[in-house]
Structures are given as C-alpha cells and as structure tokens.
C-alpha cells in the first residue's frame, strides 16, 4: 500500500526488535549502502528487486 506524504518531516519506522519499531527523520548514507552490499553478497540473487526474498528461501 503507498501513501502518499503530505507535508512536514518524512519518518521511517526502523526496527529495534520484533514489535519493537523506532522512527527516523533521516539515515546515513553510508551505513545504508554498506548494509545493501553486505546482503547482496550474503544473498545474491536470492533477492529479487522488491527486496523480498525469492520463493523458498527462508
């Protein structure tokens, strides 16, 4: 589902744990792209473009 945002600061809600999520206003950018090159060498194609992993891998 999208929504569209309507104004003031954009919150991105992180999680800390199961159930227990956070907001952010802002993330760095570095940490972020470290993040998406570890994964991508952990999981390689077992992640599709939408981020989900592919059918049958848990």
Not at 21 to 45: P, T
Request: charged share 30%; proline share 2%; hydrophobic share 40%.
């Amino acid at each position: 589902m999208e929504r569209e945002h309507l104004g003031g600061r954009l919150n991105i809600t992180l999680l800390q744990g199961i159930g227990k999520g956070f907001e952010v206003h802002e993330m760095d950018y570095v940490k972020v792209a470290r993040s998406i090159h570890i994964l991508k060498e952990r999981f390689g194609d077992e992640i599709n473009p939408s981020g989900e992993l592919a059918a049958g891998v848990a």
